[in-house]
């Protein structure tokens, strides 16, 4: 099950890319992810539990997040889980959304900052965002077959850490607020109800 994606999940040899030297896609690199999409979706199921399984299988600390997998040790268990196939599907579905939004960006960080936010309340820290996006890169190639090229890997690299760096942000955002709420509660004395 080997797939050696260097640049998008930590600790990968070789030259990286990081967040910040992420530009934008170009024109190019849109309409390659868009005509990628399209084949993908055929088998967008299967993608989200392979994807989720090699994340599990690869990166075991993963699971600490997911309380339904988290003592799950055998890996076809999960294969056939219908929980682990519906949150695979809510991850596809959101990576189909971010390629329908691909030429709009606004609406795309929106998308990917929200995401981010509720990752802050689901307790899924940023530090495993862009093991998905190398999981992902690795269960397309199988399915895309000789319409995988290193143009495209590029692409879906650029897309997955763009949008990694918006959830990081968006589950920053939520973090910041959600401690200046705690400080402001502590600050304020409590208003209690007492006979007059």
Not at 9 to 24: C, F, N
Not at 59 to 87: G, I, Q, W, Y
């Amino acid at each position: 099950m080997g797939c050696a994606i260097s640049g998008l999940a930590p600790k990968t040899l070789g030259e990286t890319k990081t967040e910040e030297d992420v530009g934008h896609l170009n024109e190019k690199q849109i309409q390659m992810i868009k005509e990628s999409w399209k084949v993908i979706q055929e088998d967008i199921a299967k993608v989200g539990i392979i994807m989720f399984v090699r994340l599990f299988e690869t990166h075991p600390e993963c699971k600490d997040v997911f309380f339904l997998f988290r003592d799950v040790e055998d890996l076809e268990m999960l294969r056939t889980s219908r929980e682990l196939r519906s949150h695979g599907l809510r991850v596809m579905s959101f990576v189909e959304k971010s390629v329908a939004r691909l030429d709009q960006l606004e609406r795309l960080e929106v998308l990917a900052m929200e995401l981010g936010m509720s990752h802050y309340h689901y307790n899924a820290p940023p530090k495993y965002y862009s093991y998905v996006g190398a999981e992902f890169i690795c269960a397309v190639q199988p399915i895309l077959k000789e319409r995988w090229t290193p143009e495209l890997e590029e692409a879906w690299k650029t897309l997955f850490l763009y949008l990694s760096r918006l959830m990081k942000q968006g589950y920053q955002e939520e973090t910041n607020r959600h401690n200046h709420e705690a400080a402001s509660r502590k600050e304020r004395p409590e208003k209690r109800n007492t006979p007059r």
